[in-house]
């Protein structure tokens, strides 16, 4: 349940931030947000959710819908593993019965192996071709991105890296 309203307040706060993209007017540069730095403590949920959803907005291109947006929590406590594994669920749920085009899903957190291996677990099963159109947008260390690109090609949709 905690992990839930968890991931329902990371989608809150990505839902919110994106639409302040669509502002028609430009801001003036002292009433632009401050960039949030990488947090360095790794059980910070709050402070990675911000950091990762400032990410997202800046990789969507293209995009004309909220993006699914999963936060792959590190560490190795019980709670942790049962979050990552519902987490995980929920993902391949979603790639499963694919996403339209115009959509991102966009994974990222803490330790960039678990999220590189969350997105490769996912995208295993994925139709050959189903996610034309769609971004996938993975928020990881360089060392783990050709393998996540390899995992998600097959699928058709769009690749994108941003580093942590």
């Given at each position: ?20 993209c ?7 540069q002292?009433?632009?947000?401050a ?44 709670e ?26 966009a ?8 999220t ?49």
């Open positions: 349940m905690r992990n839930f309203a968890t991931v329902a307040a990371f989608a809150l706060v990505a839902a919110l931030a994106l639409s302040a669509n502002k028609a007017q430009q801001p003036a002292s009433d632009q947000p960039q949030v730095s990488k947090p360095t403590d790794p059980s910070d949920m709050k402070d990675w959710k911000t950091y990762l959803s400032q990410i997202v907005q800046a990789n969507m291109k293209g995009i004309q819908n909220t993006p699914y947006m999963y936060f792959i929590p590190a560490g190795d406590d019980a942790t593993v049962a979050a990552r594994g519902r987490t995980q669920d929920t993902l391949n749920g979603v790639v499963a019965t694919t996403v339209l085009p115009g959509n991102m899903i994974a990222g957190g803490p330790n960039s192996s678990e590189a291996d969350a997105l490769i677990a996912a995208f295993k099963n994925a139709q050959p071709g189903s996610f034309k159109g769609v971004v996938v947008l993975y928020v990881g260390d360089a060392a783990d991105k050709d393998r996540v690109q390899q995992a998600v090609a097959p699928s058709g949709a769009e690749f994108r890296f941003a580093q942590m």
